[in-house]
């Protein structure tokens, strides 16, 4: 009697890890499907890779069923995307392309794409607009000290990197605001206030409108916005009116 109460216990388990496996595993004709040739939809989901963050990673990690999905592509999400790479018969890069996308599966490569937002849309000699469904507010002085321009707007709506450059600072001020630098090459610097989350830390290569966090109040600033500054000379130098830019880059919008 317990050999047969042990025997039927083991086939309830196997059975168990069997629905799981189906559950989280992708299905055969997507399988075949990546191999033969990417499904259209993939190709609207970004190409992931090891440093990457964002909303569209922490899409993959849930699909992935990784237990913490913290939107960060680190070595946990690597390992397993060149697990399921190798189950599928796709070279296991560890970078997640339109065939890895394919063998996920449509609803999980549309929901990346929607979530990835990895560009703005203006774009002006190189340049991107950093805000969407904003208002304009208080530019350079504004009868303060105010060495910025400010875009006031809702709470999570997407800020993009105005120009390329490194991340040289990433966290939070001494006033409790979360901030940004980014500095090119040349050392001319942008920083952006009041974030409500960052997608990049310090060291980050950034491009050109790349999705960098979400709008914000961090700093007890009384209102939801953008402050942006431009230092041509990084923090060793003067401010220069940012204004004049910003709404060159973003009159197509405002």
Request: proline share 4%; aromatic share 8%; net charge positive.
């Amino acid at each position: 009697m317990t050999t047969t109460i042990r025997r039927l216990a083991a086939l309830g388990a196997a059975a168990a890890l069997a629905v799981t496996t189906l559950v989280a595993m992708p299905t055969a004709a997507n399988a075949a499907k990546a191999k033969d040739k990417p499904a259209a939809y993939a190709a609207a989901a970004p190409v992931l890779k090891t440093g990457d963050r964002g909303e569209a990673v922490k899409v993959l990690q849930q699909a992935l069923k990784i237990k913490k999905a913290s939107g960060y592509f680190g070595p946990v999400t690597r390992i397993a995307v060149k697990k399921l790479q190798k189950a599928n018969d796709l070279g296991a890069t560890g970078v997640v392309g339109p065939e890895t996308w394919t063998v996920l599966g449509r609803s999980i490569a549309l929901e990346a794409a929607k979530a990835d937002s990895t560009f703005g849309d203006v774009q002006v000699n190189g340049r991107y607009c950093p805000a969407v469904d904003f208002t304009y507010a208080d530019g350079l002085g504004a009868g303060r000290n105010h060495m910025g321009f400010d875009l006031m707007g809702k709470s999570g709506s997407p800020i993009y990197a105005v120009d390329a450059g490194t991340v040289t600072r990433s966290g939070y001020q001494g006033n409790g605001a979360l901030i940004l630098d980014i500095t090119d090459s040349k050392g001319s610097m942008w920083f952006y206030g009041h974030f409500s989350k960052i997608f990049v830390g310090k060291g980050d290569k950034v491009k050109a409108g790349q999705l960098i966090g979400y709008m914000g109040d961090t700093g007890s600033p009384g209102a939801v916005h953008l402050h942006i500054e431009l230092r041509p000379n990084g923090w060793g130098g003067s401010a220069r009116d940012a204004e004049p830019i910003i709404r060159e880059l973003c009159a197509s919008i405002k």
